[in-house]
């Protein structure tokens, strides 16, 4: 299983980005996906994540990014994506992406909920 993030750049504040995460060996509509943060000296904070079609496709998001972030799948392409909008100097971290079989809901910003990660995409937000 390989998980491949990316998209990430330098982006002005107010900008948007749109990350993607590619999957080879699983079929990700099958997973819960969810894309985590690390910004320099702090925790991997889990931001959004959405289950797999069978169990619903539920969206979650984290406060610091609820209403401009916006997770999303493309099951054609077996891809997932975060729409980054809005963007915020403390947005500037490495993002990756995700997943696993199936996670509890009051696990799902917990790293440790998670089997497969892939390599970071590191945005930065800055004038």
């Known amino acids: 299983v390989q998980l491949q993030a990316s998209g990430g750049g330098l982006v002005q504040p107010g900008g948007s980005l749109r990350l993607s995460c590619a999957a080879s060996?699983?079929?990700?509509?099958?997973?819960?996906v969810a894309w985590f943060r690390q910004a320099p000296g702090k925790e991997r904070e889990g931001i959004a994540c959405?289950?797999?079609?069978?169990?619903?496709?539920?969206?979650y998001y984290a406060d610091s990014v609820k209403g401009r972030f916006t997770i999303s799948r493309d099951n054609a392409k077996n891809m997932v994506y975060l729409q980054m909008d809005s963007l915020k100097p403390d947005d500037t971290a490495v993002y990756y992406c995700?997943?696993?079989?199936?996670?509890?809901?009051?696990?799902?910003?917990?790293?440790?909920?998670?089997?497969?990660w892939g390599q970071g995409t590191q945005v930065t937000v800055s004038s």
């Open positions: 060996g699983l079929t990700l509509d099958d997973y819960t």
């Open positions: 959405i289950s797999s079609s069978g169990s619903g496709g539920d969206t």
């Open positions: 995700t997943t696993t079989p199936r996670v509890a809901y009051s696990a799902l910003a917990v790293p440790s909920s998670y089997a497969y």
